[in-house]
């Protein structure tokens, strides 16, 4: 793309956005405004909004799915316990921080499910799963 530029005596402008930086410490909806006022075409706009959302709603897919699979499991499993411990100690300053468990309740307030739901495989299973729209 570089070289056909050149040829083109064409200025190429090229932008490396840490995505993981820009979506999880700045407000989405403000990095998709400053992309409008910088002058990004809006196809490219609604292309980074897609890839955000397509990563995220398969990432609550999975973990859901997860979930579920240690949720039905026997007691003495130790993905269960390990979901369950309590880690002794203080903790440190400031705001505490988003623990795997906590991102899971939000994803269940999300679909609207109950952690009783889970032991409804099929159900459970169906409302999981992200359905892309055809």
Request: charged share 35%.
């Given at each position: 793309m570089?070289e056909?530029?050149?040829?083109?005596?064409?200025?190429?402008?090229?932008v490396?956005?840490d995505?993981?930086?820009?979506?999880n410490?700045?407000?989405?909806?403000e990095?998709?405004?400053?992309m409008?006022?910088k002058?990004t075409?809006?196809?490219?706009?609604?292309?980074?909004?897609?890839?955000?959302?397509?990563?995220?709603t398969?990432a609550?897919?999975?973990?859901?799915q997860w979930?579920g699979h240690?949720?039905r499991?026997?007691?003495?499993?130790?993905?269960?316990?390990?979901?369950?411990?309590?880690?002794p100690?203080?903790?440190?300053?400031?705001?505490?921080k988003?623990?795997?468990?906590d991102?899971?309740?939000?994803?269940?307030?999300?679909?609207?499910?109950?952690e009783?739901?889970?032991?409804?495989?099929?159900?459970w299973?169906?409302?999981v799963?992200?359905?892309?729209p055809?």
């Amino acid at each position: 793309m570089m070289e056909k530029q050149q040829e083109k005596q064409k200025g190429l402008h090229i932008v490396f956005i840490d995505l993981e930086k820009a979506y999880n410490r700045v407000p989405r909806q403000e990095v998709w405004r400053c992309m409008r006022v910088k002058g990004t075409p809006e196809k490219h706009v609604r292309l980074v909004q897609d890839m955000y959302e397509g990563a995220k709603t398969q990432a609550q897919e999975r973990r859901l799915q997860w979930y579920g699979h240690v949720m039905r499991r026997d007691e003495p499993y130790v993905g269960m316990r390990v979901m369950q411990m309590e880690v002794p100690g203080g903790t440190t300053r400031g705001r505490p921080k988003r623990r795997w468990m906590d991102v899971v309740r939000e994803d269940l307030r999300d679909k609207q499910l109950s952690e009783d739901d889970v032991f409804d495989r099929a159900g459970w299973r169906k409302t999981v799963k992200n359905i892309e729209p055809t």
